[in-house]
C-alpha cells in the first residue's frame, strides 16, 4: 500500500490517509491492527497489505469517533479479535445529537474515495455486523502475541473510551487523538482535565515514539505540545467567562485557527467549524450549561451537491 511508513522494526503506520492513522505491529504470531482506515478503499487495501505480512489476530480501536472505527467493517471474516474498551464500545458508531457517524463516513467519499461507494454497505446492511468486537475490557489490559506485549491502557480525556496502545518491545506507544501533532485539537465533547492527566500517564511510559491519532509520529517531547494546546485552550475560555462574555461572543472571539495549524488530511474547510465548535464546548462546561452542541456542521466543498 503506498504510503505506509515503517516506524520501528515491526511496527508500521498510515500518516497520510484522510481519517485516523491507522497501523499495525508485526509479531512472530501474527499481526495486530491498530484502527482501521475510514475511506472503504483504503482499508480494503490496507486489510490486504496485512495480511501479506500474517493471519490478523487482534484489532485494537483506540477511540469511537468514526475515522478510527469505520474501517472495521472491512475486516469481517479475517479472523482477527476486536478489543475495545467498554465505553468505546458503548459508544461504536451510535449517532448522536451532533453526528451521525455513518453518514459522517459517507460524506467523505465523494471527494476523497469515488470508487469507495461501490463497496459502501447501506445502513441496515452495516449495522447488521460493524465489527465491533467481542472482547470487552474495562481498566487496562494485556495481550501477548507471539513475543510482543500489548498494554491497553485506558487513558480518557478526548473520549471517555480512549484507549493507548503500548508495546514495549518496540518502545512506541500509540495514542489514538490523545495526540493532535501538527494539527488543529478537536475537542468536541471532551474532558480536558482527564485529557491532561492522559498525557502524564503516556510520558510515564519508557518509550522513543508516539503513533499519534493524527499527523506525523513524534517523540515525547510533543506531550508538552499537546498539553500547551489544551491549557491554551481552557484558560482562554476561562477567560472569557471571568470577563462574563457570552456564548456568543465567546465563541465569535476565542480561536486558534492561526496558530495550532491545519485541520488535518481532507478536512481544511472544518478550520472554523473547530474553533467555533471548541469555545462553545468549554464554554458551556466552564458555565455549568447543559450542552449547547449541535451547531450545524459544514458539508465538504468538494462533494458534488446530490
Ligand atoms: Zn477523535
Known amino acids: 500500500m503506498y504510503g505506509i511508513e515503517n516506524v520501528t522494526a515491526n511496527v508500521f503506520t498510515h500518516t497520510g490517509l484522510r481519517g485516523?492513522?491507522?497501523?499495525?505491529?508485526?509479531?512472530?504470531?501474527?499481526?495486530?491492527?491498530?484502527?482501521?482506515?475510514?475511506?472503504?478503499?483504503?482499508?480494503?487495501?490496507?486489510?490486504?497489505?496485512?495480511?501479506?505480512?500474517?493471519?490478523?489476530?487482534?484489532?485494537?480501536?483506540?477511540?469511537?469517533?468514526?475515522?478510527?472505527?469505520?474501517?472495521?467493517y472491512y475486516v469481517r471474516g479475517s479472523g482477527a479479535l476486536v478489543v475495545n474498551h467498554r465505553e468505546l464500545w458503548n459508544?461504536?458508531?451510535?449517532?448522536?445529537p451532533e453526528i451521525d457517524p455513518f453518514d459522517y463516513a459517507h460524506e467523505a467519499l465523494p471527494a476523497d474515495d469515488p470508487d469507495g461507494e461501490a463497496i459502501f454497505p447501506d445502513r441496515d446492511?452495516?449495522?447488521?455486523?460493524?465489527?465491533?468486537?467481542?472482547?470487552?475490557?474495562?481498566?487496562?489490559?494485556t495481550l501477548r502475541v507471539g513475543e510482543h506485549t500489548f498494554e491497553l491502557l485506558h487513558t480518557p480525556g478526548h473520549t471517555p473510551g480512549q484507549t493507548t496502545v503500548h508495546v514495549p518491545e518496540e518502545r512506541v506507544a500509540f495514542t489514538g487523538d490523545t495526540l493532535f501533532s501538527g494539527c488543529q485539537t478537536w475537542l468536541m465533547t471532551s474532558d480536558v482535565d482527564q485529557w491532561v492527566a492522559a498525557l502524564d500517564r503516556i510520558r510515564g511510559l519508557d518509550v522513543?515514539?508516539?503513533?499519534?491519532?493524527?499527523?506525523?509520529?513524534?517523540?515525547?517531547?510533543?506531550?508538552?505540545?499537546?498539553?500547551?494546546?489544551?491549557?491554551?485552550?481552557?484558560?482562554?475560555?476561562?477567560?472569557a467567562v471571568a470577563k462574563g462574555w457570552s456564548r456568543d461572543e465567546t465563541v465569535a472571539r476565542v480561536s486558534f485557527a492561526d496558530e495550532f495549524g491545519p485541520v488535518d488530511i481532507g478536512q481544511e474547510y472544518m478550520l472554523e467549524y473547530i474553533q467555533t465548535w471548541n469555545a462553545g464546548a468549554l464554554w458551556d462546561q466552564l458555565t455549568g450549561s447543559p450542552s449547547g452542541g449541535g451547531m450545524p456542521r459544514p458539508l465538504d466543498p468538494r462533494a458534488p451537491l446530490a
Not at 91 to 96: C, S
Not at 126 to 140: A, E, L, M, Q, W
Open 91 to 96: 459508544r461504536f458508531m451510535v449517532p448522536g
Open 208 to 239: 522513543d515514539l508516539l503513533v499519534p491519532g493524527h499527523g506525523p509520529v513524534v517523540t515525547k517531547q510533543y506531550l508538552d505540545v499537546q498539553r500547551s494546546h489544551l491549557l491554551a485552550w481552557k484558560s482562554a475560555v476561562a477567560e
Open 20 to 72: 485516523s492513522n491507522p497501523s499495525f505491529v508485526v509479531t512472530s504470531d501474527g499481526v495486530v491492527a491498530i484502527d482501521t482506515p475510514q475511506l472503504p478503499s483504503r482499508a480494503v487495501e490496507w486489510r490486504r497489505e496485512i495480511e501479506s505480512r500474517g493471519p490478523i489476530r487482534y484489532l485494537i480501536n483506540t477511540e469511537h469517533h468514526v475515522d478510527h472505527i469505520f474501517g472495521n
Open 125 to 141: 446492511e452495516y449495522y447488521r455486523d460493524p465489527n465491533k468486537g467481542s472482547i470487552v475490557f474495562t481498566g487496562d489490559l
